[in-house]
């Protein structure tokens, strides 16, 4: 018997970073533990993306390539993409019904979003009601526990009151969500900055072995190493970053091979590249099977989301006894 209930997704971006994979990597193990849900949430991505939609099929392929391929395994996990379950739009619309205005208003990630996206027309009324579609993934699966990163708190937060006030409103029904924070280190860009898909910082999970081998050799170390014989100082070195992150089993040498200036940078580099490639290769290797027959994705995100209708069914025909809907 599994330990409790996950929901947790990603917006169809396409092919996932490193950074994702810290993400991935964490759900791999969790699906062990946990009966797991894991959307591909599509509608999602048109609270700030409406106006270009002709990317989505492509973008929600490459992405669940990136899953399965990092391990995310399909018999454990029910892998599914939201907008074939029609049950998600239906609790939303509920849930709207019963969220007052001013918390989505004060949620701090809507005013920081509308404030950064200055450059997108998203006033709209999905975008302001991007954590009622939020709390719809995790409450349609009666998920306990549901991991993100620090930055969705709010949402989650969110959540947690609307299972509360429609419990309240209509009785007993839906299950308060905890968060479990996932403890994944922030990884930095090849550059030093924060990895952005804008800024073209990152290493792509599914980059070939050579353009990873570059990459790294292209990231920004100790800028006041100069000559090898100076001491470096790791802790604000990018590919140090990257090994306490894949490789905490070699940050111990690495630390003191650096600072005791015994080791130049582009052998420290190389080491990570043929580290990195080695922890890349079977899942390089299982992304390229899995590509090279379209219908069998295909197939897996059909049998998920057919799995997935029926949970979500099972729940909405609690919530509408409890609402006295048809
Ligand atoms: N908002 C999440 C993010 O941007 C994605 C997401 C949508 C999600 N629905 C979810 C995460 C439900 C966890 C649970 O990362
Ligand atoms: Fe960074 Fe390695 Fe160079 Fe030290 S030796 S500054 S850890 S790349």
Redesign the pocket.
Known sequence: MKKGTI?????PTGKLHLGNYLTLRNWVKLQEVYSCNF?I?DW?ALTTGYEHTDELPVLIREMALDWLAAGVDPKKSTVFV?SQVKQHAELHLILSMVTPLGWLERCPTYKEQLRQMSDREIQTYGFLG?PV???S??LLYM?DT????Q??LP??EL?REMARRFNFLYGDTLVEPDALLNNVPLLPGTDGRKMSKSYGNYIALSDEPDTVAKSISQMVTDPARIRKTDPGHPDICTVYAYYSAFFPEMVGQVRSECEGAQIGCVACKKRLAASMLEMLAPIHERRVKLASDPSVVDEILAEGSARAREKAEATMKKVRAAMHLA
């Open positions: 929901l947790s997704g990603m917006r959307p949430v999602h939201q991007y579609l939020m709390a993934d995790i998920a549901v991991p993100v990163g930055d969705q949402h989650l959540a």
